[in-house]
Each structure stands twice: as structure tokens, then as C-alpha cells.
């Protein structure tokens, strides 16, 4: 099933949105969508009343002349946007809570939003929305090139079962990419008290990458899909360093186009927050898209449950 078939595009209204529509263009138009969302979320759709006093004229419904506005983006940014089953939405609440609801309410596969670069910390909404999305979080930088494509997609494993639904649904995302290539790698270190096996730090060192390396191609052969290259590399990660160092050099050195994070899903309420690596991944100032990916079902049986209580 495709990742994309229900997409929403989160739209905040500056200038960060063209950059955000012409990303999103590039993922709809080889994600085999179904049903294409559009949404802006505005704390009040109400407008001053000192202004309306002043100008009359300005009484008409500000949700209409927003959705005008943005209709007339997504139609410049969007290819062939009018061949598409396509709806955009004006609400008014909460950004992040009302995007939560509303990927709930119509059942998405995957949330669009725009990620700052340069540095600058990743706003509370798109991080609100990473953690307590029901479904997959794709951050597009403000700064991506526009002829950027997606050849080149890391995807840091630890083999837990959340690792194997983000690697089986990256072979589906690269499927779709001509000449990708997915390079799937486990961050590892050498434990404190190496010293006590009578062997050098680089001694264990190459010890763990070698068993870090069989386990990564048992874990790839073990999705049962061959027919799509997956180059597998065992990460040492540095005495100083974090996963998190680990994960941002390699993407460098391998030029990376896309990070396929997984979320934490070992127990009930993991999903529901984002992991240590993720949060400095999207806060850091690497200059590539990251997906967040969930496993819908998890997700939507975890809101379900609030529901009920």
C-alpha cells in the first residue's frame, strides 16, 4: 500500500509554503494517491473589530479569502493538481492539535510539513505533530533545492519490529524513485569495560561492526524482498559522539537525499513520542527531508483507546 495514498499538506501560510508544495509535488506525483488533503489551521478566523468598525467592507468571511489565497498556491505548485481527488480545508483552533485531529478524523496515510533549516529549532507545531500524529510525518526543509530528487535514502535500523515496517515501507517508497538506493545501517559503540576482554578499543570495535554487519544483512534478507538493492553498513559511533552525530555524518558522507526514521513502538505509549535521535535530527541543521515513519494501524489503535475512556 502505497505511503502516500491519503496525503495531508500542512500549510502555515508564509513563505515556507511554495518551497513545502513543490516537495509535496514531487512525492504525489509518484505516490499513487488516492484522496490528497489540504489544510490551514488559523488560531481566529475572526478579524479585529476595531478594523470591521473601520472598513465594513472587510465584513466578508476571512476563511473564504485564505482558502482563495491558497487554492491559488497549491494550483501553481501542485503538477496537474485539478487531475487529483483534492480538498483544502480553512480551520480555525490549534495548528498542531487541529492537524492531529483532523489526520485522525480523515484517515491519513502520511502528514506533509515544513521543517526549518539554517539551524533553527523545528517549530512546536511540527514537532507536536511528529509525536502524536496517527500516521507518518514527512518534514520538508525550507531550503531544499528545487531540482532535488530522492536517490539516495538512509535508514537507521535496530532491529526492532518498528525497524522492519520502516524498512519494508522504504522499499515500497523506493520502488517508486528510479535509480534510488536505499543504504540501511546500525549505529553501534564499544561498551565501556572493553578492556577486560584483553583486546584494543579498534580490536572490539572491528569485532562489532563484523556481528553488527551480519545482523544488518539477515534483517534486510528477512523482508522477504530482493528486488530492490539495499546497501548495508555498520555505523561505530564515536566515544564523544551520540547516535544522533552518528546518524548526521553519515548522511553527509553517503549525500544522502531522505532519513527514514522509525518511532519508538515497544510498548503501548511509545509511539506516541519521539526518540532522543529524532528530536536532534529535527532540529539540527541538516538540509534534507526526514519521514517519520509509524505504523498507521499502531497509531490509530492507540487514539481509538482514548476514545473509549
Known amino acids: ?17 511554495k518551497k513545502l508544495l513543490e516537495h509535496a509535488s514531487t512525492h ?12 490551514h489551521v488559523q488560531k481566529s478566523l475572526n478579524l479585529p473589530q476595531e478594523l470591521t468598525d473601520k472598513y465594513p467592507d472587510m465584513l466578508s468571511p476571512l476563511d473564504e479569502s485564505i482558502g482563495k489565497t491558497m487554492d491559488t498556491l497549491i494550483h501553481k505548485y ?6 487529483y481527488n483534492y480538498e483544502l480545508m480553512i480551520e480555525e483552533g490549534d495548528p498542531a492539535e487541529t492537524i492531529i485531529k483532523m489526520s485522525k478524523r480523515k484517515q491519513v496515510d502520511i502528514v506533509i510539513i515544513g521543517k526549518n533549516s539554517s539551524g533553527e529549532r523545528t517549530g512546536s ?13 514527512l518534514f520538508a526543509p525550507e531550503l531544499l533545492p528545487e531540482d532535488r530528487t530522492t536517490p539516495n535514502i538512509l535508514l537507521p535500523l535496530n532491529f526492532s519490529d518498528s525497524s522492519k515496517e520502516a524498512l519494508e515501507q522504504t522499499e515500497e517508497l523506493a520502488k517508486l524513485v ?26 572490539v570495535a572491528k569485532i562489532l561492526s563484523e556481528i553488527s554487519e551480519k545482523k544488518l544483512d539477515n534483517f534486510v534478507a528477512q523482508t522477504g524482498n530482493s528486488n530492490h538493492d539495499i546497501t ?13 552525530d552518528a546518524i548526521y555524518k553519515t548522511a553527509k558522507k553517503v549525500s544522502a537525499d531522505l532519513i527514514v526514521v522509525g518511532s519508538k513502538s ?11 535521535t ?11 527531508p526526514i519521514l517519520i515513519y509509524k505504523s498507521k494501524g499502531k497509531a490509530l489503535d492507540i487514539f481509538n483507546f482514548f476514545d473509549r475512556i
Open 266 to 276: 515497544r510498548t503501548f505509549m511509545a509511539s506516541m513520542v519521539l526518540s532522543s
Open 28 to 39: 504525489i506525483a509518484m505516490g499513487k494517491v488516492e484522496k490528497l488533503y489540504f489544510i
Open 178 to 203: 528510479k535509480d534510488s538506493k536505499v543504504i540501511a545501517i546500525n549505529c553501534f559503540r564499544v561498551p565501556q569495560g572493553y578492556s577486560s576482554t584483553g583486546k584494543s578499543y579498534d580490536e
Open 125 to 137: 507545531v511540527a514537532r507536536k505533530v511528529a509525536s502524536f500524529a496517527p500516521c507518518s510525518v
Open 278 to 288: 529524532a528530536e536532534k535530527l529535527l532540529s539540527s541543521d541538516i538540509n534534507l
Open 1 to 17: 500500500m502505497s505511503l502516500f495514498r491519503r496525503t495531508l499538506v500542512a500549510l502555515d501560510g508564509s513563505e515556507k509554503d
Open 232 to 244: 548495508t553498513e555498520p555505523i561505530l559511533i564515536g566515544e564523544d559522539e551520540s547516535k544522533f
Open 78 to 83: 501542485i503538477k496537474n493538481i485539478d487531475s
